[in-house]
T-cell receptor, first 112, second 114 residues
Framework: RKEVEQDPGPFNVPEGATVAFNCTYS??????FFWYRQDCRKEPKLLMS???SGNEDGRFTAQLNRASQYISLLIRDSKLSDSATYLC?????????????FGSGTRLLVRP | DGGITQSPKYLFRKEGQNVTLSCEQN?????MYWYRQDPGQGLRLIYY???????QKGDIAEGYSVSREKKESFPLTVTSAQKNPTAFYLC?????????????FGSGTRLTVV
């Protein structure tokens, strides 16, 4: 089983749609959680951290369910510029130190 | 502006050659990391370093070597022993050793074996 699992997509949605991505992780002792955005042939960039209480940043909402080891990202009112790959990232204890473990990413295509 | 600089952006290597990828940061971060990304796949950890003159193997260290002689610099050498080196290589750093606030990435080096 992969340490961080995501649906690879692609999710193909029209502008203005609401889209949700999900992610599960294997290590219940994981410490912190993030969503990164990666554009084609570019480096990943931090989109937002994910907190147990849920957090929102404009059109983006992230949720964490520690009991189910599940993370989600909701994008409202999708824009063409939201087209990218979204990486679920978990900071987990591995080989005696904490490291970021990356999911393979979920690809989003927003069409006009 | 503070950040991480990777060079070169593109690199072509002949089979059997060693090549070194540069990674420099001016963020005063203690921890630095090297990842490899293959098309359609996630990032896989090659090596990491939490302090000068010390580094640890990640999940796919075979065929790679690193050094950490200065806090700012963490070069990666792809040796001829690496069977399939063509990939996108990403260097990252973090302020905390635990990575609690995530990592900052350089813009990457795309290595192609010809």
């Amino acid at each position: 089983r992969k340490e961080v699992e995501q649906d690879p997509g692609p999710f193909n949605v029209p502008e203005g749609a609401t889209v949700a991505f999900n992610c599960t992780y294997s290590n219940s002792a994981s410490q912190s959680f993030f969503w990164y955005r990666q554009d084609c042939r570019k480096e990943p960039k931090l989109l937002m951290s994910v907190y147990s209480s849920g957090n929102e940043d404009g059109r983006f909402t992230a949720q964490l369910n520690r009991a189910s080891q599940y993370i989600s990202l909701l994008i409202r009112d999708s824009k063409l510029s939201d087209s990218a790959t979204y990486l679920c990232v978990v900071n987990m204890l591995k080989d005696s130190s904490y490291k970021l473990i990356f999911g393979s990413g979920t690809r989003l295509l927003v069409r006009p | 502006d503070g950040g991480i600089t990777q060079s070169p952006k593109y690199l072509f290597r002949k089979e059997g050659q060693n090549v070194t990828l540069s990674c420099e940061q001016n963020l005063n971060h203690d921890a630095m990391y090297w990842y490899r990304q293959d098309p359609g796949q996630g990032l896989r950890l090659i090596y990491y370093s939490q302090i000068v003159n010390d580094f640890q193997k990640g999940d796919i260290a075979e065929g790679y070597s690193v050094s950490r002689e200065k806090k700012e610099s963490f070069p990666l050498t792809v040796t001829s022993a690496q069977k399939n080196p063509t990939a996108f290589y990403l260097c990252a750093s973090s302020q905390e050793l635990t990575g609690t606030n995530g990592y900052t990435f350089g813009s990457g080096t795309r290595l192609t074996v010809v």
